[in-house]
């Protein structure tokens, strides 16, 4: 068993196998050090497990279910088999920046009173190409409290902190706040993070420091509907909290811009559905009879 390490990367990995290598690459590439990367392989039927298997490096785990489980029970999975004091969940599909637990490490370490830091992120297609870049916490930069994340969230009606490769959060805190909760399977991480917030305090960094990949056959895109209802569910239930203290005025306008939100997932995936095409259109043109 090696050392304890400072930081656990964890990738819950179900049939990953067209982007997993880039993206077990990318947190590899990283300048920090001092992390495990922790995969759990979900009972996969394509050739995940083989291209786990195919890098060498002592920093990675590898752990599989023996049957299929659940994206809730397996990311709670995930984060039981992880060493460190602090957390990263990296999708099978995203990647990092080489400098992303360098920049998120340090504050963390230096303040202890810090529950979550965060990141800008890239919205990249299945070619790792950027949609739109450096997206995400307009108005969340710097350290803020859980009433100011909020309040934050409820007004802008979609996800402004982000999916988890942006975020680095505590293990202790993840524990007590109850872990993954089912019941929120389409905003997840935002339900999280909120939950976190009761254990500390949030900073927002202004750098990028990952992408998240817009493909046809993510669960963000596949369940565009879900997330919506999702999404406002959880800010009328943030509404409804006197411990976030979330005010008339926010829920109105949350309730107001929710489809506005929904509007520009929509319109990503349709420029990665575009970008596929086009893809797939010069590879066919370009292949011989």
Known sequence: MLPQPSVSVCIPVYNGERFLAETI????????????IVLLENASTDASLEIIHSF?????????NATLLSQPDNWNRVIQLCRAPLIK?????????PRCLEFQVGPMEADPGLAVV?????????????????????GLLGVRTSVE????VVRNGANPIGEPGGVLFRRDHFFAAGGWRADRRFVMDLDLWLRLLQY????????????????????????????YEDQRLLIEELGESPYYQVRGIDLALGRVLAPAGRARRQTLFAISRFN??????????ESPD
Do not use: W
């Open 25 to 36: 690459r990318s947190v590899l590439d990283q300048t920090y050090r001092d992390f495990e």
């Open 276 to 285: 596929a095409r086009k893809e797939e259109k010069g590879l066919a043109a």
């Open 56 to 64: 060498a490096d002592p920093r990675i785990r590898v752990e599989r």
């Open 200 to 227: 500390g305090e949030f900073l927002g960094l202004p750098e990028t420091l990952a992408a998240f990949r817009i493909g046809r056959g993510s669960v963000s895109a596949e369940n565009e509907q879900a997330i």
């Open 89 to 97: 969940l990296v999708c099978a599909d995203d990647l990092l920046h």
């Open 149 to 152: 994340v909020a309040r934050k």
């Open 118 to 138: 965060a990141a800008r992120r890239h919205m990249v297609d299945e070619q790792s190409r950027v949609i739109v870049p450096r997206r995400g916490l307009g």
